[in-house]
């Protein structure tokens, strides 16, 4: 449900633009979606996540920039921006406090040696900025449709091809440490 609510401005700003073929136009509506699904996100949980935040923030600059100067180059630069904050977010977890942003995020369900945690934080660190030169890439070397289906379809895809692979990788770890719980 919650990954289904994290897409539904992209899905609802994809339907708008299939229908009109109109970028502009998908923005100015993906910019109250976004809006909505914050809302609706405060009201269930009395809580945004700070990514959540930061995209909303993104989402209202960077659409409000596209719908105002009737520029697209600005909605396309805003998944590379959102990858790349991430990317530095998740690095410089790395070096700030005790925990990794991974290991935040997930040790609470998992237990897994910290070089584990440190590869894994930096695989999504590697992970976001790719995302963020594919996205370049897509936008500036193939049609303004391509990159829109490319932000929907094609991101998702590489997130759930990326999710599976960490779960491969978190596998080796998990059955190492209860390889090594048993006498």
Known sequence: MKLLLDFLPIIIFFIVYKSTNDIILATAILIPATLLQMLYTWIKTHKIEKMQLVTLVLVVVLGGATVLLEDKTFIQ?????????????????????????????????????????????????????LMGVVNLFVAYSFSEE?????????????TLVFIIAQGVYLSRHIENSENNDQP
């Open 77 to 129: 630069w805003k998944p590379t921006v959102v990858n790349w904050l991430f990317g530095l977010a998740f690095l410089g977890s790395q070096f700030i406090g005790s925990k990794t942003i991974v290991e935040r995020l997930m040790g609470s369900n998992l237990a897994l040696p910290a070089f584990a945690w440190r590869n894994l934080n930096l695989a999504w660190v590697v992970f976001f900025v």
């Open 146 to 158: 391509t990159w829109v289906n490319f932000k929907l379809f094609g991101m998702l895809g590489l």
